[in-house]
C-alpha cells in the first residue's frame, strides 16, 4: 500500500476538552506530541508529485494553525508565581487556609495556556513524588488521583452551576442535587481525589452587580478553606468587583479580604468571615516598544516564531528584518494571540499566492478581528483591543489559485 493512502500523520485527533479529568489528562500527554512538517527548500518541493505538493501543503498549514506557545518575560513570571503558590500550599503540612492566586490581563494574552502549562508541569512532578498514588487515601475512597482540576466559569454563573462544572470535570453524579449537597459533594470530591489545585478560567464573567454572583463568589472564598490552592484566571480583575471588598498590602502585593457584609442569598452565612482570604494578583502583561528591553523582548519572540515557519524560502529574518518588528507591533499591539492569528493568515496566503515570503504588502491586504478568536467572550471583556487597518486591495489574479487542488490518483510521479 502507498504511504499516500495512510492517515496523514498531521490530522488532528478527537477534540481535547481540558474540563474534564480525562481530557486534562490527554493533554498533558499530548500538548507537546505533535511534529511539525519537514524543512524544504523549493528545489526539494519541486520534485514532490502534485499530490505529494498538496499533502506537503497541508502539513504546513496544519503547522502554522499549531504554532507552539512560546515563553515570554511576562508568561515566565506568571508560571514562576502560579507555581510558587500551589507548591507553597500543596507541600504544607499545616491544616490552614491556602493562599490563592489570580492572574489578570487582556484577552489573547496567553494566560490560560501559561497556567495550563504550569499546572501540567506542577502535576507530573507531584505524581511522580507520590508514586502516582494517593498519598492520603482511605479505604473506600475514590480511586482516580487529579492533583490539578479545570473549569471555566458559566457565562452566567450561580452557585448551582458553578458546583456542576467542577463536578463535571470529575464526572461526579450530582443529579437532583440541592445546593447544599452540591458544596458537600464539592469538598469531598477534591479531597478525596487528592486535588491540590483548582483553576478556574474566565472568572470575570461574574458580573457582581448580579445577587447570584455574589453568592458564587462566597463560595469561591469558602473553598479556600479547604486544602486546595485556587487560581483564578480572568481580563480585568482589579476592575471586576473580585477585588472591591478587599485592600492591597504594599509590601507583600497580595489582595486582602475582610469579612463579608450584605452577603444575599448564600446559604453559608460564615464561610467567608472565618479568616481573612488572600490572593496574590499576577499580571500578563502584553510586549512593550518603547524601551530596549522591551524590543529585544519582541525581537527574540519574533525570531522564536521564524523558527517554526515552514515557507519554501529561509525564513530566517523575515520577521526580524529592517522594520517589520516594528510593523508587526504596529498591528498586534504586541499581543501573542493577535500576533499568532496575523502569521497564520499571512502565511497561508504565502503559500497560495506562492511567494512563499511574508511581506508587509501581503500583511495588509488583511485584518484580524474578534471573529478570528470565537472562543473569547466579548460581553466579558475577553476579545482583546485590536489595532485598526484598512485592509489593501488584492492584486487581481492571472488565473485560478489550484495549490491545494486534490489531483486524485492519477497524479503523475511517484507517491511514495
Not at 495556556?113 to 475514590?142: H, I, Q, S
Not at 496574590?280 to 527574540?300: C, E, L, S
Not at 504586541?334 to 496575523?342: C, M
Request: aromatic share 6%; glycine share 8%.
Amino acid at each position: 500500500m502507498s504511504s499516500e493512502r495512510n492517515t496523514p500523520s498531521f490530522l488532528p485527533g478527537p477534540p481535547v476538552d481540558r474540563t474534564t479529568w480525562e481530557g486534562w489528562q490527554r493533554w498533558c500527554q499530548i500538548r507537546k506530541a505533535f511534529i511539525p512538517a519537514p524543512v524544504l527548500t523549493a528545489e526539494e518541493f519541486a520534485l514532490k508529485s502534485p499530490r505529494q505538493k498538496r499533502i506537503h501543503n497541508l502539513y504546513r498549514i496544519a503547522t502554522h494553525s499549531s504554532l507552539p506557545i512560546q515563553t515570554t518575560p511576562m508568561s515566565e513570571s506568571v508560571a514562576h508565581a502560579v507555581r510558587a503558590r500551589v507548591e507553597e500550599g500543596a507541600f504544607s503540612h499545616k491544616a490552614g487556609t491556602r493562599g490563592g492566586i489570580m492572574v489578570n490581563g487582556d484577552g489573547a494574552q496567553g494566560k490560560t495556556e501559561t497556567v495550563c502549562e504550569a499546572m501540567a508541569l506542577f502535576m507530573e512532578e507531584w505524581l511522580k513524588l507520590n508514586n502516582y498514588m494517593n498519598p492520603d487515601a482511605m479505604p473506600g475512597t475514590r480511586d482516580l488521583v487529579a492533583p490539578v482540576a479545570y473549569v471555566r466559569c458559566p457565562v452566567k454563573a450561580t452557585p448551582i452551576s458553578t458546583c456542576q462544572r467542577i463536578l463535571d470535570f470529575y464526572g461526579e453524579d450530582y443529579k437532583g442535587m440541592r445546593l447544599e449537597d452540591l458544596i458537600r459533594t464539592v469538598k469531598t470530591a477534591i479531597i478525596e481525589h487528592a486535588t491540590k489545585a483548582l483553576v478556574i478560567d474566565d472568572i470575570t464573567r461574574l458580573k457582581l452587580h448580579r445577587e447570584a454572583d455574589q453568592d458564587v463568589l462566597d463560595l469561591i472564598r469558602e473553598m479556600m478553606s479547604m486544602p486546595v490552592t485556587l487560581i483564578l484566571v480572568g481580563v480585568g480583575i482589579p476592575t471586576s468587583g473580585l477585588l472591591r471588598e478587599g485592600s492591597r498590602d504594599p509590601k507583600t502585593r497580595e489582595w486582602i479580604y475582610p469579612p463579608v457584609k450584605d452577603r444575599g442569598r448564600s446559604p453559608n452565612d460564615h464561610a467567608a468571615s472565618q479568616h481573612e482570604r488572600r490572593f496574590q494578583v499576577v499580571n500578563m502583561d502584553p510586549f512593550r516598544y518603547d524601551t530596549a528591553q522591551g524590543m529585544n523582548a519582541w525581537i527574540t519572540h519574533l525570531r522564536g516564531l521564524e523558527g517554526h515557519m515552514r515557507l519554501l524560502t529561509d525564513t530566517k529574518g523575515m520577521l526580524t528584518g529592517g522594520d517589520m518588528p516594528e510593523y508587526l507591533f504596529r498591528r498586534t499591539g504586541g499581543v501573542v494571540g493577535v500576533l499568532e492569528k496575523l502569521l497564520q493568515r499571512g502565511l497561508r496566503l504565502a503559500i497560495e499566492d506562492k511567494s512563499e515570503h511574508l511581506t508587509k504588502d501581503l500583511l495588509n491586504q488583511f485584518t484580524v478581528t474578534p471573529g478570528d478568536m470565537p472562543d473569547l467572550d466579548a460581553a466579558s471583556g475577553e476579545q482583546p483591543t485590536i489595532p485598526p487597518h484598512e485592509p489593501t486591495p488584492k492584486k487581481k489574479p492571472r488565473g485560478r489559485n489550484t495549490v491545494f487542488d486534490d489531483d486524485g490518483p492519477a497524479a503523475t510521479g511517484s507517491d511514495g
